[in-house]
């Protein structure tokens, strides 16, 4: 009688449980271990920092628990048990549990590795100190909450302009704190153009965040005071959101091939290396408008990197249509949504390329409530084909950037997408959308 498959996942979030789920429904006898190094499986992280401004039960961004996997689904979660090196000739990972300091081996016939990023932490003095928080995984929310409920902080100050600390600055004010989000360049929201960044601070600064541009920290004090070129700012609680960095140290005596520090796969999801599967923050992905793997480390990326690795896993032969590179968040009442590339994105990767931006009503004339929108679309000059868009304006109104990622995705041009037939009624759009107004102004820039 064959043997069953013996799968193994390391990392317990939305790549690798994706990865574990997608193997057990097409091969129910697979016998399917995860190794997950932290205390939780399954959660919505992208919810931490609203779960924290609005007080929610943490508990509320678990999916599904460890006990729902073993029971629903048939899958070995292990907690607390890191996987500390991978063999890929002997086929084993090497495994260390947090709770007995045990370690043991794990033989496997098939390897997803979904271990996911970690905070990158810039060499700033006074980094450990307590209140210092970075926020990545769901045990980090979890401790923030502790302390603020414990010390009731009253003015933070926030490392790095991203938009995870925009996304907290709102929350961390929604629970009646004084917010400063310091950063080290010269802009906020690096990736994003000047007017999505101007639109964000605008913002922030209407809602009582300060923000300091061109700062470099020196320290942080005992008593959390950080010390900058631009003066001291006092603090009671700190997050660092500096960017992120693979978790990939324990592959680094494997042969598995690494770009960054992130694992590199091929449009399968598959490794250098045979029955050897990655995907999420720890890997890279494809992105169809470049036609080359980059590194964006993404929810939506992870979810599907895991379904479809672990259907080939599964001995399916899926091939990822690839990325796009869509991103949106929210800032206050205000919405920035990113797909595809900017122009100078385009212009760097050898398009020859131009931007044309509107700003248009997303309601029709006369109805009551009268919000606004900047569309930018970015294409190429010869043919009109789409590139890239940018859309940032009033919140309800940023979800245009689905519309403009579809078409992105079907390679779509300028004029394609002016004769889109796109939704019009009074309080949702208005006759000619702030799409389509776009469109008609960025052809008249197109050459054929
Ligand atoms: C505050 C915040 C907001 C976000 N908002 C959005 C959003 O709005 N939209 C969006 O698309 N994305 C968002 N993201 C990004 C998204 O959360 C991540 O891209 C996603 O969680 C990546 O999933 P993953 O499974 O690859 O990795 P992770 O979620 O990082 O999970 C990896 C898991 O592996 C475990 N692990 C690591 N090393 C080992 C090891 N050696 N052994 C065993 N286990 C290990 C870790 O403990 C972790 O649980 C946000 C992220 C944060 C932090």
Request: negative net charge; charged residues 30%; contains cysteine.
């Amino acid at each position: 009688m064959e043997l069953p498959m013996k799968v193994v996942v390391i990392g317990g979030d939305a790549a690798g449980m994706s990865a574990a789920s997608q193997i057990k429904r097409r091969i129910k006898s697979a016998e399917v271990v995860v190794l997950e190094k932290g205390v939780d499986v399954s959660y919505g992280a992208c919810g931490m920092p609203y779960n924290i401004g609005y007080k929610g039960d943490i508990d509320d961004l678990v999916v599904l628990t460890a006990e729902d996997f073993k029971t629903k689904r048939g899958i070995d979660v292990r907690l607390l048990s890191e996987a500390i090196g991978v063999d890929t000739k002997s086929k084993k990972v090497f495994v260390k549990s947090l709770s007995s300091d045990r370690e043991y081996e794990l033989k496997y016939d098939k390897l997803f590795i979904g271990s996911g990023a970690k905070a990158s932490i810039p060499p700033i003095d006074g980094v450990d100190r307590e209140g210092v928080f970075t926020l990545k995984i769901l045990d980090d929310a979890r401790k923030i909450k502790q302390f603020i409920d414990e010390k009731k902080p009253k003015k933070a100050v926030l490392i790095g302009g991203g938009f995870i600390n925009l996304e907290l600055a709102e929350n961390f004010k929604r629970l009646g704190m004084d917010v400063i989000v310091l950063e080290k360049l010269d802009d906020i929201l690096l990736n994003f153009d000047k007017g999505a960044s101007d639109l964000a601070k605008e913002e922030l600064k209407k809602n009582g965040v300060e923000i300091i541009c061109g700062v470099n920290i020196e320290k942080i004090e005992n008593d959390l005071t950080v010390k900058t070129d631009k003066g001291d700012f006092e603090a009671d609680i700190i997050n660092i959101a500096a960017g992120v960095k693979p978790n990939t140290e324990f592959l680094k005596n494997s042969d598995i091939e690494l770009e960054n520090n992130a694992i590199v796969v091929d449009r399968y999801f598959k490794t250098n290396v045979d029955d050897v599967y990655a995907g999420g923050d720890c890997a890279l992905i494809y992105h169809r408008i470049l036609n080359k793997n980059v590194y964006m480390p993404l929810g939506t990326n992870a979810n599907k990197a895991g379904r479809i690795a672990g259907a080939n896993m599964a001995g399916a032969k899926e091939e990822f249509a690839g990325i796009v590179g869509t991103i949106i968040f929210k800032v206050f009442e205000k919405g920035i949504a990113k797909t595809g590339l900017s122009l100078k994105e385009a212009i760097d990767n050898g398009f020859d390329a131009f931007e044309t931006t509107i700003e248009a009503p997303i309601t029709a004339h006369g109805f009551p409530h009268q919000g606004k929108v900047s569309v930018r679309l970015v294409a190429e000059h010869d043919s009109g084909r789409l590139l890239g868009a940018q859309i940032f304006g009033d919140a309800e109104a940023v979800w245009r950037i689905d519309v403009v990622a579809a078409a992105l995705y079907a390679n779509l041009t300028i004029k394609d997408i002016q004769g889109l037939d796109l939704a019009y009624s009074p309080p949702f759009a208005p006759v000619w959308d702030p799409i389509l107004v776009c469109a008609n102004q960025a052809i008249k820039k197109v050459k054929k």
